[in-house]
């Protein structure tokens, strides 16, 4: 069986009859999109992903909205690192606000990922991503003055003449950070700063992981 698909079948075990359940984006969550149909659970899903919610909707699952819920019993989602103090970077997406909108609202949330996205602790390897307010783009750069970074891009699009637009009309800013230990404090300390709505990077909303490898499943909490 492919490993994301073991994965997805694990995290399925967490799910229980009618409950609302966050899903996020990802390859991981799609199968488990097609497994929760098949397992014929009556649940409510909430996603900040496009493509989840067009996948959901494919195989008719009752998707609702964000805003709809008052509280999420369980809400699943993949990242780009862990670390093994269940700090993550979720760079890739851009939707990292709405997904952490999800995660507050949700009584557990759960990672689902490979061996090879677990590290000891964080590396930034991947840029942390803040979400900006388009009018505070220069303010946002000329706060980050004050750190260790490499550098920092404007996320463009490929698809068109510009800068990625985020789904609350904010643009993205990848940051290259020098490595640090202090994940919560620069956590704090980015979303912060005049013009941030959100930072891609995730300390303290992550309650497990379940982390695949070809030996098994290795819950870690």
């Given amino acids: 069986m492919d490993l994301k698909r073991k994965i997805a079948k694990r995290a399925l075990d967490e799910i229980e009859e009618d409950t609302i359940v ?9 199968h488990l999109v097609y497994l929760l149909k098949d397992s014929g659970r009556s649940v409510k899903v909430v996603t900040p992903s496009w493509e989840t919610k067009q996948h959901c909707k494919e195989v008719g699952l009752d998707v609702v909205s964000i805003e709809d819920v008052s509280s999420i019993d369980i809400a699943f989602d993949g990242c780009d690192q862990v670390d093994e103090s269940l700090c993550a970077l979720k760079s890739g997406g851009g939707i990292h606000t709405a997904e952490k909108i999800v995660a507050r609202l949700a009584n557990e949330y759960v990672l689902l990922v490979d061996e090879s996205k677990l590290v000891s602790t964080l590396t930034y390897d991947h840029p942390i991503v803040l979400e900006v307010l388009p ?12 750190y260790q970074i490499n550098y920092s891009e404007i996320r463009k699009s490929e698809k068109k003449d510009g800068a990625v ?8 800013l990848d940051v290259y ?7 919560l ?3 704090t300390e980015l979303t912060a700063l005049t013009g941030v709505v959100e930072v891609s990077l995730f300390t303290s909303v992550i309650t497990k992981a379940f982390v695949g490898s070809e030996g098994g499943i290795r819950e870690l909490t």
């Fill in 22 to 30: 966050g899903l996020g984006g990802g390859s991981t969550i799609k």
């Fill in 135 to 146: 009018q505070a783009m220069e303010v946002v750069r000329r706060q980050l003055e004050t």
């Fill in 165 to 172: 637009v985020t789904e609350f009309s904010n643009h993205l």
């Fill in 177 to 183: 950070m020098e490595p640090r230990t202090d994940h």
């Fill in 185 to 187: 404090t620069l956590e």
